[in-house]
T-cell receptor, first 114, second 114 residues
Framework: GAVVSQHPSWVICKSGTSVKIECRSL??????MFWYRQFPKQSLMLMAT?????????EQGVEKDKFLINHASLTLSTLTVTSAHPEDSSFYIC??????????FGPGTRLLVL | GESVGLHLPTLSVQEGDNSIINCAYS??????FIWYKQESGKGPQFIID?????DKRQGQRVTVLLNKTVKHLSLQIAATQPGDSAVYFC?????????????FGTGTKLQVIP
């Protein structure tokens, strides 16, 4: 089946630093990928839609200058959390649709900002 | 409005019994519905899906029921096993065609008692 990977699986960083998270579709091409954030015991909240070859589309309330998204190729999207602060600590998950509507999710990246 | 998870209800089921997890969705224009299973520290895993022109769909040990009149979705798991313990999310997309962003509902934590 379709596989989506994320790297790193977890990261700890100091407040004020930037963190880059990669999302790859391993056996299929994805012109669109989605980035979600999940706080403990809560649902997944869509942050942005990553589009290959064009700018990302951000959901209301998500700062595009803080969460930089680059869809570098048909198999790679990156999310950079700039100047991370403790409140950015969360579980970040990407997804990619292989066929229409059915999305496959990555394993997630746990970010802890000290 | 969108379904947003702010808390996590829990369903405890004896091993071998059937489980029924319910979900109310908010967007009457939604066309496609998915159930995901999320184990601790992992990304969501696709379980089963259903389109709005259907009211029932069966998979292996799982059945999804859709009642569009009351905007209700349910997931039935037959002969629940300890490995079924996880958080289950229903999700919806607005309409078919193209890659649509997925809106997640409030999750339900399923605890299987051995």
């Amino acid at each position: 089946g379709a596989v989506v990977s994320q790297h790193p699986s977890w990261v700890i960083c100091k407040s004020g630093t930037s963190v880059k998270i990669e999302c790859r579709s391993l056996d299929f091409q994805a012109t669109t990928m989605f980035w979600y954030r999940q706080f403990p015991k809560q649902s997944l909240m869509l942050m942005a839609t990553s589009n290959e070859g064009s700018k990302a589309t951000y959901e209301q309330g998500v700062e595009k200058d803080k969460f930089l998204i680059n869809h570098a190729s048909l198999t790679l999207s990156t999310l950079t959390v700039t100047s991370a602060h403790p409140e950015d600590s969360s579980f970040y998950i990407c997804s990619a649709p292989q066929i229409q509507e059915t999305q496959y999710f990555g394993p997630g990246t746990r970010l802890l900002v000290l | 409005g969108e379904s947003v998870g702010l808390h996590l209800p829990t369903l405890s089921v004896q091993e071998g019994d059937n489980s029924i997890i319910n979900c109310a969705y908010s967007n009457s224009a939604s066309d496609y519905f998915i159930w995901y299973k999320q184990e601790s520290g992992k990304g969501p895993q696709f379980i089963i899906d259903i389109r709005s022109n259907m009211d029932k769909r069966q998979g292996q040990r799982v059945t999804v029921l859709l009642n569009k009149t009351v905007k209700h979705l349910s997931l039935q798991i037959a002969a629940t096993q300890p490995g079924d313990s996880a958080v289950y999310f229903c999700a919806e997309t607005p309409n078919s065609g193209g890659y649509q962003k997925v809106t997640f509902g409030t999750g339900t934590k399923l605890q299987v008692i051995p």
